[in-house]
């Protein structure tokens, strides 16, 4: 017999615009009671913030019949670090300029291992003034089919969420969003399924990742009021704009004959 250690990667493949709540938004991330999902993130209501993220990923999740995700502290310290580092190094890709992606950053992390049996996702956005908040990021992503699968996926049981203030190539104001999503078999499972393998059998040849490529932001500026300085006179508001981003999806299997 063969047995198969499934290593699933889904990431996301086309940038997305959300300006507002688009038409035929989803109306679970818009109406949704997750206190903190109005805030516009700043250094000091992160921890709320990403309260209310987890609370509307669930929402969506309860409304479709799945159970919720837990925080794995394991999961939100990648998952903040790729924020800043977004923001530090202006780009917004799941792919690093020294090129890390989600599995070695994962890795890393001590989250997954190179032979565990595991299942992993991530989607990143960023937005700014009203349009980084929690609710108008959830909205952007459910209008987004790559995005939503990641949040609608019902074998994700574990989640990292690390939102920072800044935008790539812009630290001054929004907010900058990673959601990396997890299962991670049981040392018990994975040990019963390597008993069912014959010692020194050599897996089959792995399909490597492919590469994640910049993501293409498509962004569009929303008409900004002018807000009146000293003496009256005017001067031209900063225009607002999100965008998310997303990644073809990966799958690769290590096989050893009984």
């Known amino acids: 017999m063969t047995f198969s250690r499934r290593r699933a990667v889904t990431l996301l493949a086309t940038a997305v615009v959300a300006l507002a709540a688009p038409a035929g938004a989803h109306a679970s991330a818009q109406t949704a009671a997750c206190p903190g999902a109005d805030l516009v993130p700043s250094a000091g209501n992160l921890v709320q ?5 987890l609370c509307l990923l669930n929402d969506e999740r309860a409304a479709a019949g799945l159970r919720p995700l837990t925080i794995a502290p394991v999961l939100t310290q990648p998952s903040a670090a790729y924020s800043a580092r977004m923001v530090a190094e202006n780009f917004f890709a799941h792919q690093s300029p020294d090129g ?12 997954i291992s190179p032979d565990g049996d595991w299942t992993v996702g991530e989607n990143i956005a960023w937005g700014q003034g009203n349009l980084a908040t929690a609710r108008n990021i959830m909205v952007a992503w459910m209008n987004s089919p790559g995005h939503r ?6 074998e994700f049981t574990e989640v990292g969420v690390g939102i920072v203030p800044g935008t790539p190539g812009d630290t001054s ?11 991670v078999a049981s040392d018990t499972t994975s040990a ?17 990742a492919k590469s994640a490529k910049r993501c293409p932001v498509s962004t569009a500026r929303v008409r900004a009021a002018k807000a009146k300085g000293k ?8 225009a ?12 690769a299997a290590a096989r050893k004959p009984r």
């Open 173 to 183: 104001w929004g907010a900058t969003y990673t959601t990396d999503f997890g299962n």
């Open 100 to 111: 890390s992606t989600l599995t070695s950053r994962l890795t890393a992390a001590g989250y």
């Open 149 to 154: 699968h990641n949040i609608l996926t019902g």
């Open 192 to 208: 019963a399924l390597a008993t069912t393998a014959s010692a020194g059998a050599k897996p089959a040849a792995r399909k490597s």
């Open 240 to 251: 607002k704009r999100v965008a998310t981003c997303a990644g073809a999806s990966t799958r």
């Open 231 to 238: 003496g009256g006179a005017k001067k031209g508001a900063k």
């Open 49 to 53: 913030v990403g309260q209310a993220t």
